[in-house]
């Protein structure tokens, strides 16, 4: 963390898209940004990110991939997902396969993406609390 920011990490293929996140939220937290879940990966292993927020369609791999593929290594942080496409499929893999916490359409809402961060940094930190607890 930074200046007790949460690490925040947003994958899209759009740099349009990561540059106006950050734009909108780099004064309540860290950003990271990545244009491809490989990238994110490498992003992952440095920092100790709190909330993953994917789109759902990039090339080479979807935001469900990319999610799915990192939990084994990465179970703990929050995942939101974004699309710009009403793919019921999508959601449904999401939430079976990637774990996702919330699901948003694009372009998405400030105030609404701003309470799925909050929501799902309370249930990032009551997981927390559990493990640190059972650990004892």
Do not use: C
């Not at 942080?77 to 009403?86: D, E, F, N």
Request: no cysteine; hydrophobic share 40%; net charge negative.
């Amino acid at each position: 963390m930074l200046n007790n920011k949460i690490d925040i990490l947003y994958v899209d293929d759009e740099m349009n898209n990561l540059i106006s996140f950050k734009a909108a939220f780099r004064t309540k937290y860290n950003i990271l940004t990545a244009i491809s879940g490989e990238e994110a990966v490498n992003i992952l292993r440095k920092n100790d990110v709190i909330i993953i927020i994917t789109d759902q369609r990039m090339p080479h791999m979807t935001g469900v991939e990319f999610l799915e593929s990192i939990l084994e290594e990465f179970p703990d942080p929050i995942r939101i997902l974004l699309t710009g496409y009403a793919d019921m499929n999508a959601v449904i893999d999401a939430i079976n396969k990637g774990k996702i916490f919330h699901y948003l359409t694009k372009p998405w809402n400030e105030t609404e993406l701003e309470t799925a961060i909050s929501r799902g940094y309370e249930v990032y930190k009551q997981k927390m609390d559990e493990k640190e607890m059972n650990s004892k």
